[in-house]
């Protein structure tokens, strides 16, 4: 069974730092391309970020590129974010997602970015 | 970027209607397409993919339709688990784009 694991969210203050880690089991992580997606309170998803699978290709959003960093560790079939200056805006859940279909999706983590 | 747009925003329904969801891409995307459902406070469910494929596990009153710049999902007798937030998304380029969503509420 496929499984996704996003770990590291929590209350940081604006120009803070955050790292999110998910972990994955139940399929071949290293041929897999990923993507981190986000979701603000009540609104839509956003696709924030994407990795190859092995890790040659990354594209970013706009509206996160400079600060956020995306990594992949397939050894340890997990994949990062490491968020930096982080907004008020940047505010939200923060899902892994398998494939550019989205094919499975871990539960979230909630990052806050509040004083 | 491409821009995705669905419609409705929202609709009311009843049991054992028949629904349709539209998504419309700024520019043509050939069949890169996928739907997905959301139930709150639970993360996204991939549906289709390829415009018209079924992800595997997925019930058969769920199907996909379209090309280029339109598309459709279609869930017919709807129960009562099929209340949610359905969400297209564009894969043909990044970034990838979604459709603002459309919530399936019970009339």
């Known amino acids: 069974e496929v499984q996704l694991v996003e770990s590291g969210g929590g209350l940081v203050q604006p120009g803070g730092s955050l790292r999110l880690s998910c972990a994955a089991s139940g399929f071949a992580f290293s041929s897999y391309e990923m993507n981190w997606v986000r979701q603000a309170p009540g609104k839509g998803l956003e696709w924030v970020s994407h990795?190859?699978?092995?890790?040659?290709?990354?594209y970013y959003a706009d509206s996160v590129k400079g600060r956020f960093a995306i990594s992949r560790d397939n050894a340890k079939n997990s994949l990062y974010l490491q968020m930096n200056s982080l907004r008020a805006e940047d505010t939200a859940v923060y899902y892994c997602a398998r494939s550019r279909t989205g094919q499975n999706w871990g539960q979230g983590t909630l990052v806050t970015v509040s004083s | 970027d491409i821009q995705m747009t669905q419609s409705p925003s929202s609709l009311s329904t009843s049991v054992g209607d028949r629904v349709t969801i539209t998504c419309r891409a700024s520019q043509g995307i050939s069949n890169y397409l996928a739907w997905f459902q959301q139930k709150p406070g639970k993360a996204p469910k991939s549906l289709i993919y390829?415009?018209?494929s079924l992800q595997s596990g997925v019930p058969s009153k769920f199907s996909g339709s379209g090309s280029g710049t339109d598309f459709t999902l279609t869930i017919s007798s709807l129960q009562p688990e099929d209340f949610a937030t359905y969400y297209c998304?564009?894969?043909?380029?990044?970034?990838?784009?979604f459709g603002g969503g459309t919530k399936v509420e019970i009339k």
């Open positions: 990795i190859s699978g092995s890790g040659s290709t990354i």
């Open positions: 390829a415009a018209s």
């Open positions: 998304q564009q894969y043909n380029s990044y970034p990838l784009t």
